[in-house]
């Protein structure tokens, strides 16, 4: 049993195995996709694989489509060359369900598979082809948060955006360069309409992806580069629209106790595949049965039925109440909490932190009693509906290989979101004072115990990829596990940081709480877990 066309020729020996397979004439479809595609998306990750693709194959299956994905591969061209063509653009999705049961489903919704590669004439060439296509109604992107940032961490243009600015849309280097010359194309063959779909877990995401491409389009209308009608064309929202939306589906790293789900199935060729990028990319992937995508209707050149596939359509201002609820509140800075505190404890599955009762208190707490408060009902989701499945379904599913030391990735760049909305809502609030939050000040002396890179028991521990580890971690590095430490002398200049905090946590009056909480942390061998139990 192999995943490829070959391989999957032989349809009774995959559904005696269980594995749903697809539906529809997957020749003709390749045939239609290639002559007049509509959707193209960027980043041939985990995520598209488990979410987009398979809503594509439900909605081919249905009859709703005809045609399928292309799909372009921006940051780590391996993906294509050592995922994707081996398998014939074929992925298995493995559905793990909170009840113990397993979904398996071969997708076979993408029809195409590019490296986003300028110095690849073919590629790119067939990339500029698709762009000038009347039929191209969309670009999805999932390139993560710092895909659509032109600056590095510490806020310093990169190299290859300066030289792209430069040299112009022939040839770029960087990942947005590359779409905006993508971009300048369709301006050139008339401009002609498209939506260009942020689906990253980020805040108002269709407007990071505008800021990039408006910075490139300025920049080459500036030194002559390209046309000032390219920038007009970028700024015409009936032809090129950045409509924001909200993902949510957890979908972590392939499993080894999935492959061997599959390999027990007689599955061949599961070997997963580390890129010289550092890459982690398998034939299969997993993922959690619940999923949720909410994008505003903004489609200058009209769209397909994807509602008929559980996505929703809605307005900018219903899609920002939405992504705040669940960004701001009702999942990430539970997700938040659990990463931090689960990486000190020793924890190794998130599910597993669900298990322990200060840990479901603390998160508890957060979602209903701190972050509920300061919610705005979008109408679509219910907020307490959603705190619900997430603390009742999701995180608790032991069938989900998630780990914290995942989610505790990029801390810095999401305190400010996950916890700082919910502190600057309580300030601004005539009915809610600052003060009353008590555990959302205990994550953040949490995170900075955790960039200690020791746990509970003093061992020391890896600290998951952040861009300001540099910066945060040597104001830590003279704290040890003992009392009486002067916390304010060490710590205060990152109280003040707002890019981390959102606010100044001076200012908002927190500081000294942070500091007192992170004075118990670090008493001594076991403080953690004294001073959850204590407070939560």
Partial sequence: MRINEEGLMNRAQWEEKGYQLPQFDRGASIVKTRE????????AGNLFRAFHANVAQNLLNAGVIDRGIVVAEGFDYEIVEKMNRPHDDYNILVTLKANGTVEKTVVGSVMESLALDSDNEAAFGRLKEIFTKDSLQMATFTITEKGYSLVDGKGVRLPAVTADFAAGPEKPDSYIGKVASLLYTRYQAGEKPIAMVSTDNCSHNGDKLYAAIDAFAKAWAQNGKAEQGFVDYINDKSKVSFPWSMIDKITPRPDVSVEKILLDDGVEELEPVVTSKNTYVAPFVNAEETEYLVIEDAFPNGRPELEKGGLMFTTRETVDKVEKMKVCT?????HTALAVFGCILGYQKISDEMQDTELVKLVETIGYKEGLPV??????????EFIDTVLQVRVPNPFMPDTPQRIATDTSQKLAIRFGETIKAYAASDKLEVSEL???PLVFAGWLRYLMAVDDEGNAFAL???PLLDTVCPYVAGLTLTEGQDMEAAVGEVLKMKNIFGVDLYEVGMAGTVCRYLSELTAGKGAVRKTLQKYV
């Fill in 464 to 466: 998951s990829p952040d």
């Fill in 36 to 43: 007049n595609p509509f959707w193209i998306h960027f980043g």
């Fill in 438 to 440: 008590k555990l959302i």
């Fill in 375 to 384: 919610v705005v009902n979008p109408g679509i989701l219910d907020p307490k």
């Fill in 330 to 334: 009702c999942l990430n800075p539970l």
